[in-house]
């Protein structure tokens, strides 16, 4: 199951390679060329969208997202779960609006055949890669959820 959550992140190093590529070269054509690539800074903005969508899948399989680690580490282990639950639903709910919300206005960008300026890039795809990555992430806390309410049960049932 963890490689079907590390993949997002494969592709998301190819496509910072390729825009580091496609940057250097649209450079030096700018410069040492006089003859920039066109539409070059509209499509690494769009790639943009899948680095941030493979940078958000990986922070949440890696549990790297921002915390307070000095307070939480101070706490008694049933506040620490119950914060580490609160937390949990928090994020469930927060990737699962961001994934709704992101299939939307990636259908709504295909309706409205809506496309980069020059290239005529359809944006739709963009987008819909992000709610992907809003996606994974929703069931990567939606798997830890769960994984916590079996180990809570278990805790019950024992005692």
């Known amino acids: 199951m963890n490689k079907i959550f590390t993949l997002p992140t494969y592709f998301g190093m190819i ?18 060329f006089n003859s920039p690539i066109p539409g070059t800074f509209e499509l690494t903005e769009a790639l943009m969208s899948i680095v941030v969508a493979s940078g958000i899948a990986k922070a949440t399989q890696m549990g790297e997202h921002i915390s307070v680690d000095a307070l939480y580490v101070k ?20 990737f699962g609006v961001l994934t709704i919300k992101g299939i939307q206005i990636a259908f709504d960008s295909y309706w409205s055949e ?46």
């Open 15 to 32: 496509v910072i390679v390729i825009m580091a590529l496609l940057t250097g070269f649209d450079v030096v054509g700018r410069y040492v």
């Open 75 to 94: 706490l008694s282990a049933p506040t620490q779960r119950w914060l580490t639950l609160t937390e949990r639903i928090i994020g469930l709910l927060f």
């Open 114 to 159: 809506e496309t980069t300026t020059l290239l005529k890039v359809p944006l739709y795809i963009f987008k819909l890669i992000l709610a992907t990555g809003f996606f994974i992430s929703f069931c990567i806390i939606t798997r830890r959820l769960f994984f916590l309410a079996n180990v809570e049960s278990h805790k019950l049932n024992s005692h």
